[in-house]
């Protein structure tokens, strides 16, 4: 039924949108998490007069703005390439896809800029309390156009509120407040905003540090550490929280995510969360060895986390993919068999409405319509397509857990020595405190690979595969454009860290 198609394409295509995305995401957390806390700064001056808040502000608002201006540039590379290799996928999904990228284009990203230009150029030119709402606004844009983006990725991951047109092959929009609000599409923003807040707030701490150990611009380094520890200690706790929302969504939407990233293969009731493990050596999809030969496990908690009741039952990657009729789980070679007869009667409807054949094109259609909920099932080869490269995805997974847990501890160390006033006796924390933004960028990756790798091979759950929804290019053709994009992002990035780091070497300017 799928055809042939040829694979190193689609995995160029892949490699390239990913490479945009990474780059990309180096910048946007840092856009989103950094703005709450220019508005925070910015109100704390406001309140105060104090000049030293105001030499405060505007260093990280230098900061941010540099910052912005290169994320950017590989924003608008990343919706291009929705149109470039993945036609397919636009033209199916456009109707739906392209409505929240349009409003984060003309909404949410023209407020955003619009009050930039005040926030960044309005000091001493317009009021204080209108120059403050510029901040405030600022920040509020750059959140909402996230907004917009994530619903569209979480459309993608539980595509709700649509229904697929067997006249125009697309599927096209029912609900737009359930493409909205669904829960996926809350959980995701909420836990990707609390994250890159987190991430702003390890930034400060990071450059802050770096000025404790010069022994430079102390009273500033003190002051926005305090702000950042409790800013960051919050958001860390509410990480965790819509990160438990997250996973939770995922049990009930994506269960092959969920045994993929917690290396289920074998469904069990009373569950087991794995703290810490390691992947079999030579683990094969379908055989019959555990996923993890070494591992320290919390009993019952993977139960309690899926379905909030520890006595619950959690399906493994063996269950998904060859059904357990004890526990009422259709396999991937049962909803193959019903894709196939979905694509096999979308086939037959559309050519006898072609010979104006409406008996035909009835029974056709009412044949379709009661397996469309597998279509996309229906391309793949063999059942085995089906399940996420499960190390890459394990592991993923995992570091990003522990790495989240040890967030708060180092937000409490940090306010704690500043509060005392004894951050300078502590080196090894100075250096730690340089190193967290990094590992907190680490954990954002993480958590990207996790959410789209953990999803493969699906570009919309259940519905339409990334082997089909690609464009019809050569390898060369998107290997060329790989390595163009490659170069570029680096050139920028380079650009980004070396006036980065000069306007860090530079300081808050003096009035």
Known sequence: MIGHFDLTMVNWARAQFALTAMYHWIFVPLTL???????????????????????????????????????????????????TNWSNYSWMVGDIFGAPLAIEGLFAFFM??????????????????????????????????????????????????????????????????????????????????SSSMLLAAFFVIAVSSWFVLKGRHLLLARRSIVVASVFGFTAALFVIFTGDQSAYE???????????????????????????????????????????????????????????????????????????????IVGVDERMDNGHWALTALSEFKEARESGNETAAAAALETFQRFKADLGYGFLEKPEDAVPPLPLTFYSFHVMVMLGGLFPLICILFLFLAAKDRLGRYRWVLYLGTASYFLAMVAHWLGWVVAEVGRQPWAIQDLLPVTVARSNLTVGTVQTTFFLFLALFTVLLIAEIRIMLKQISIGPEED
């Open 33 to 83: 998490g950094l703005t709450w806390m220019l508005a925070f700064f910015h109100t704390i001056y406001y309140r105060t007069g104090s000049e030293e808040w105001k030499r405060l502000t505007r260093f990280w608002m230098k900061l941010f703005g540099i910052n912005f201006a290169i994320g950017v540039a590989t924003g608008i590379i990343l919706e291009f390439e929705f149109g």
């Open 112 to 193: 955003e800029a619009t009050f930039f230009a005040v926030m960044f150029f309005g000091w001493n030119r317009v009021g204080k309390r209108f120059h403050l709402l510029s901040t405030w606004l600022v920040a509020i844009g750059s959140n909402l156009s996230a907004v917009w983006i994530l619903v569209a990725n979480a459309w993608m991951q539980q595509p709700v509120g649509q229904e697929f047109n067997p006249e125009t092959a697309r599927f096209e929009m029912q609900s737009f407040a359930d493409v909205v609000f669904s829960p996926v599409a809350v959980a995701k923003f909420t836990h990707t905003t």
């Open 250 to 328: 995922a049990a009930q939407n994506q269960p092959m995510k969920l045994a993929a990233s917690e290396g289920l293969c074998f469904g069990q009731s009373r569950a087991d969360l794995i703290a810490v493990g390691l992947i079999t050596p030579g683990k094969k999809v379908g055989d019959e060895k555990e996923s993890c030969f070494l591992k320290v496990a919390i009993p019952g908690m993977l139960s309690l986390l899926a379905n909030r009741r520890t006595d619950s039952f959690v399906p493994g990657v063996q269950d998904l993919l060859y059904g357990n009729q004890e526990q009422g």
